[in-house]
Structure formats: C-alpha cells, structure tokens
C-alpha cells in the first residue's frame, strides 16, 4: 500500500482502474463516460489508467454511459461509471433498468445540487431521487471512504447472493476536488479481495432474452427476486468488511456508525461530509453537560432500519439533519426515518447546507439548542447555514 496526496475524484479512479485490472483473467472491463462537474476530474483520471483488458468509452450523453455500462455488464464484463445532478437525471431511465436487470455496475456520484437554477455545489438531492431504482446506495464521509467504499462495491455488487448495482456517493468539492492522503493498495491485495466476475446471466452463444415483455405475474417475480437481493445485503456486506480488513488492515465503516450515544438523551443523525461536522458539535455539548450523540447513515440502500431502531430506541428527542428538500415533505432522510425512533420521541426535521451552504459547528449547535427545546415535533425547520 503506497500513501497518496489525491482528490476523491481521483481515489476513485484509482479503486475502479485496480479492479479492473483485477478482473483480466475474466470477462475485462467496460466503462460509459461522460463528463458533468463536479465529477469529471474522476472519469479523465481513469482515461489515463493502463488497463490492460477493457475499454473506457467516451459517449455523447449521460443516458448513454449508462447504456455501454449495460452493455458491458450483460456481456460479463466488470462496469463502472460516474456521473452527477443533471446527469443522474438525464441517465435516470437507464438507471433504473440496470437495477431492474440485476447488473452489477458500480457507479460513483458526486452529490450536487439539482437545477434550474443551476448550482455545482453540495445537495444530496440527485441520488435520493433514485432510491427506488434498485440500487445500493453508500454515503461517505472522506476520501479514504470513498476510495474503500468503490472497491467493496465491485465485491458487493458482484457477490452471487446480491447481483445488484451500487451507487457510492460522496459530498460536492467537499471531498470531489479536496485532497488528502489517501492509503491505496497494490494490484496484488485487490486480486486477492476481488475474484474473477462471474455473472450468471452474462449473454452468452446460449439464446437469452433480455428486456422482454413481462406479464403481471412474471413482474411480480422478478420484484420479489430484488426485494430478497436487497434483504440479503447486509449479511453480505459484513462478511465483506471482514475480508476487506484481512486484505487491507482496515475496517470499512457499518451500515450506522454511532458516536457518543451511550447514554444519549438527545441524538442527530445525518449522512455524508456533515457527520463530521456533527461529531464536533456533539464533543462541545458534551463539554457543557448535554448528554448529545450522533448517528451516520452510511448506507441508504437498503435501509438499515433495525439498527437505526436499536441505536434510537430509548432517546428522547431525535434531529435529523436533511442535504436535501422534498417539496411538501421536508426532508427524504426525515421522511424515512422518523418513524424508526421510539414512541413518544420527539422527530424532528432540519433542512441544512443547501445548496452547498456551510455546515459549521454552531449551525449544529442551533440545531441542538432548538431539539432540546422542544416537546413535540414541528413542521420541517429550515436553515439558512450558509447566511
């Protein structure tokens, strides 16, 4: 393992040319691309990878990245991709059908905020919009995260228990453009993590169909198929932090990573890049004698709904903090989760950071201050951090 001095951007390009490389022995490589910011630092870093089996193919649009991705993965193939907000949407059809046709392509998406009126900056927005397509979904908090994080995807998403695709998202220049050292391993560790790709239903000289038309009941099937794939994710996703550990040394974060919450009366949960910030907000109100804790949603699909239950149960008064809005809702992350605290609890929804707008250690503390002192739940409380 070597240290590196690099971006996100490009600690994912460095994990998605290691297991493609990883899978010559195999089926090889493919990847659709397509350039939007904040993401495009990521997919020029992998054109310049030696891969000595497979092609990174340059497309005209999102929809058709995701299109080669298909292709490629049909074929057996090891698929990545990368893409962001109006990119995501534009690709959104295809999105949904590499889900529904249970490929296992890795895509990395640079959170950003949805336009008009366009914005480059950090919104959680564009990837929650696809939480129904199918695929797994991790949030990270740094660029090491982010660099594990993709190559556990491709042993996840390829696993024969699961066969899904996955979506490894991470926060808009926050991580996409900032650089830190960054531990990256060498070709021989990540052979020995990630196994030839085998994919049962590759298309082969055997006749296959692929996208026919589906009758009721054969849908039915086929949904209750994803609904178990799903199910059966965070057993798999355990058994791959162990190996992950054995072959790298370090652990990968679990589906809900607590902090501070043993005996945590009031408690904040949030996803991405603003753990980071609440950690810090929860050490001060620790020092002034507020028993606060904080939970991070690392992984959004599947939702990991009985151990935010069992970390929530007992709390008194649950904030969770939203990088994103849902016009008439409030909050996704909120609308989700508020019913998973115990009875009683006080839930309530804070908009934050849109945007792009800052996140800092006071604006976390004005959350806390208004969570404790409420008696019950209000209407989603927007706020303004970046002003």
Known sequence: MTMHMISANHATAAAAALAARANRSGRGFCSGVYPITPQTECIERLCAEQIPKGSVVRVESEHSAMAVCMGGALSGARTFTASSSNGLAYMAENVFAAGFYRLPIVMMAVNRTLGPPWNIWVDHGDTLMLRDSGWIQFYCEDN?????TTLLAFRLAEDEEVLLPVMVCQDA??????MTMTDIPDQEAVDRFLPELRLPHRLTDTPRVVGGLDFPHQTEVHRKQHLDAMGRVPGVYARIQDEFERCFGRRPPDPVVPYRM????????SM????STVRTAVDEARARGVKAGALRLRMFRPLPERAIREHLAGRKRV????????????????????GLAAPGAVVQNYLIG??????????????????????????????????
Not at 144 to 148: F, G, N, Y
């Open 319 to 338: 904030a969770i903090l939203d990088r994103d809005s849902c016009p008439g809702l409030g909050g996704i992350v909120w609308g989700e989760l508020r």
């Open 173 to 178: 220049f926050v991580l996409s453009h900032t």
């Open 272 to 275: 991405g890049t603003t753990a």
């Open 354 to 387: 849109l945007g792009g707008g800052d996140i800092r250690p006071e604006h976390v503390r004005g959350v806390l201050d208004d969570l404790a002192s409420r008696d019950e739940s209000g209407e989603p409380h927007f706020m303004e951090a970046g002003a």
């Open 144 to 148: 090491q995260e982010v660099h594990d």
């Open 262 to 269: 043993e005996d945590a009366d009031l408690v904040l949960v």
